[in-house]
């Protein structure tokens, strides 16, 4: 009867054992597999924080404040429109200028012509064009200062300078005060001669000149 008691409750037990041991295993199993799982994460602790957990004092985690950006708007300046008087002196100003400068300019090429034609003329009186047509206008004018100052037999000189044109017609004149006799009858007397005995013959065609000039002293004697 004992041994029946003892093989019952060794029975018992290991039917017991054999239906918590799966119940046993699964809990060991679900801690097994809780501690491979877990993450350890190491971490510095900040020294502000540190500092603050040994004085107890309360942390307030500051967060950087955002620099300030100042945006400056473009501003557009626009020009102030000018008054009528300041427009119509600006227009006069500048309009005076350009005349000013358009004169410049043409003085400026009138001088380069004369200068040129001045040059030119030099070395045309060279030729012997020049020199025959200078004799023969020459003549023309004495003879008619002979006829003018026939009843007048004052002495004097005068200086005559005067342009014709490429038909030989008279230009202008200019007589030299400062060089010539101060007697007037004389100067008129070459004068009226000089428009008396114009127009002359025609510039030679060599010459290639539109105007010439010529200067001619006068001697008058008894």
Known sequence: MEITLKSAFVISVLIHAGLFAPLYNKHLLRQEMEK?????????????????IATNK???LKTPATPRIDIQKEIAVKPQPASPAETDKR????????????????KDA??????????????LKQRRDYVSYYQLI?????????????????EGEVYLSFVLTQNGSLLSYAIDRSKSTQDEMLLHITA????????????PRSLSMSRMSFNIMISFKK
């Open 91 to 106: 227009k006069s100003e500048k309009s005076g200028s350009l005349k000013e400068r358009t004169r410049s300019r043409k």
């Open 192 to 203: 009226t001669s000089l428009k008396a005995a114009s127009p002359f013959p025609a510039l």
């Open 36 to 52: 491979k799982n877990t993450v350890v994460v190491d971490y510095v602790i900040l020294k502000e924080i540190a500092a603050a």
């Open 138 to 154: 020459r003549e023309k004018i004495r003879s008619r200062l002979n006829d003018s100052r026939q009843y007048y037999t004052h």
């Open 58 to 60: 309360e942390v307030v």
């Open 110 to 123: 009138a001088k380069d012509t004369a200068k040129e034609a001045a040059r030119r003329e030099v070395q």
